[in-house]
């Protein structure tokens, strides 16, 4: 059987209060050299932010994006390459400076991304550390409800079916 390819996603997702948009090749560049822009929150990009970087893929809709509020960006969330296999299946991370924790920013972001997944026929599924109470509050509340036991760092791997 042959493996469907991956459909693509916008480039720009917006909510109530969030936009989504997908890194430019500038963003990255100045990620990766650890340049400082204006519209950045002060402790962005984090260390899991630059990580993404090294992921990126000029033109890839799967990629790393910024949350964005107003015209600050308070984060990162994307994908860790296309959806692959027979149902398509891709892994999710995100994260926020700590500063924007608790305001629901994640779990909108989140539900944002996953209605264009949903669109597209695409499962998802993410990792999270067993003690991140609030990092399973907010994959439960997104409906990842299979667990599948732990990966090789030792984190809990949570999957949303596709509504």
Excluded: C
């Excluded at 948009?21 to 260390?47: Q, S, Y």
């Excluded at 995100?94 to 920013?105: D, K, N, P, T």
């Excluded at 993410?126 to 991140?132: M, R």
Aim: avoid cysteine.
């Amino acid at each position: 059987m042959s493996e469907q390819a991956a459909p693509a996603l916008p480039a720009l997702l917006t909510s109530e209060r969030l936009r989504l948009p997908l890194w430019t090749a500038a963003e990255v560049a100045d990620i990766r050299a650890g340049r400082r822009r204006a519209e950045w929150h002060r402790d962005f990009p984090r260390r899991e932010d630059a990580d993404a970087a090294t992921l990126w893929v000029e033109g890839d809709p799967w990629g790393p994006r910024s949350i964005v509020r107003g015209s600050t960006v308070l984060g990162s969330i994307g994908f860790f390459g296309p959806p692959s296999g027979e149902p398509l299946e891709v892994e999710v991370g995100y994260g926020l400076v700590g500063e924007a924790h608790g305001y629901g920013f994640a779990t909108e972001a989140l539900r944002t991304l996953l209605a264009a997944t949903d669109a597209a026929g695409v499962k998802v599924r993410a990792a999270v550390a067993p003690d991140d109470r609030a990092g399973i509050r907010v994959l439960a509340g997104a409906g990842f409800t299979e667990l599948r036991g732990s990966d090789e760092d030792g984190n809990l791997v949570m999957a949303r079916p596709v509504p």
